[in-house]
């Protein structure tokens, strides 16, 4: 069956306030790319309505009185604050409509669950899932309502196993901590290491808890890592654990913040990476639910989901911007360079301490979790 595109137009309608980084132009934007590539209304894809999540899905990991909280402060214009619960600061900012908003993106994570299952396909995207920072009763990381736990529960209650893969720069700290008891669920996060960056966890010692010690996976790289380094991680650690472990759905967030281009991240990885990551997810050739996620320079989002849906797709994307695109762009005062990153390095003194460092990660990655999973040091390339 075809791979699905969950979207709405609703995902326009919101607004975190002129100030925030985060701009749900970037989904409009990405659409309008995606469509001038030919990469939708063709025989190869099917695009689904979002739908949007019910109180009950929610339930599945919020609580009550943060949703009563949620639901009453997305009722009101007025400026209103909870630190309780997380809302109201800079970070996450109560706006008209936010509860709406947060359930319209978990109804598309379910929904590509739901696709990947009992609707037969191999592959359904929700651009605008990915929300990974929130906690069961708070905001954090300018996410609600945790779309991706949320689903992968749903999945889990359906006695299925699940894989967790997250790309984007910060910690999936609020998918880890809702499974770190669980070997149901294998969550990998290769992010920027949390020394002094969000949400500051992520360690490389956190393994688990109980039945679920081995089963949470942090490869966390210091500032300036490049694709080289993300290959590295990506193929000596996160790959050979997914294959051991064999899942009956992979899930994957693929936040976009890791660019060098990204105004709030210190790696510097290229679209290379996220073309990387796509096509070795998909040669797993598992059900597989793919997220959106972090990216706070809005042309990197659109040209970035633009080839990982390509790869999706199986449809082939330029390494230049169409002309129509460009001049869209250019109309809101957003520069573009290229689609497809031309090849970048870190400076080679950059390079090997960033090198050094995820050796010594890989190291005790390798020497605790292999024996584990039944995997053999370098064995799975
Ligand atoms: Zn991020």
Known sequence: MKPALIYSQRFGDYCYGDDHPFKVLRYQLTHALFDELGLLGNERVDVLECPVATEEDLLLFHRQDYLERLA????????RADFFYGLGDVENP????????ARLVCGGTLEAADQVTEGGRRIAFNMAGGWHHAHAARASGFSYLNDAVIAIESLVRQGLRVAYVDIDAHH???????????????????????????PHTGYVREFGRGVGYGY???VPFIRHADDRLFRIGFERIALPLLKAYAPDVLVSQMGVDALRTDPLTRLEMTTASIEFAALELKRLDLPWVVLGGGGYDKINVARAWALLWGILSEQAVPDLF???FVAQA???????????DLPHRASDDDHLRALKALEGNIRLLEEVLFPLHGVTTGAVL
């Not at 250019?330 to 497809?340: D, E, F």
């Open 330 to 340: 250019t109309s809101l005062g957003l520069p573009t360079r290229r689609l497809r």
């Open 172 to 198: 999936g700290d609020g998918v880890q901590e809702a499974f770190y008891t669980s070997d149901k669920v294998l969550t990998i996060s290769l992010h920027e290491t949390g020394d002094d960056f969000f």
């Open 94 to 101: 109560v706006f008209k409509g936010l509860y709406d908003w």
């Open 322 to 324: 169409p002309s129509q």
């Open 216 to 218: 949470a996976v942090n």
């Open 72 to 79: 009453d402060f997305s009722a009101s214009d007025t400026p």
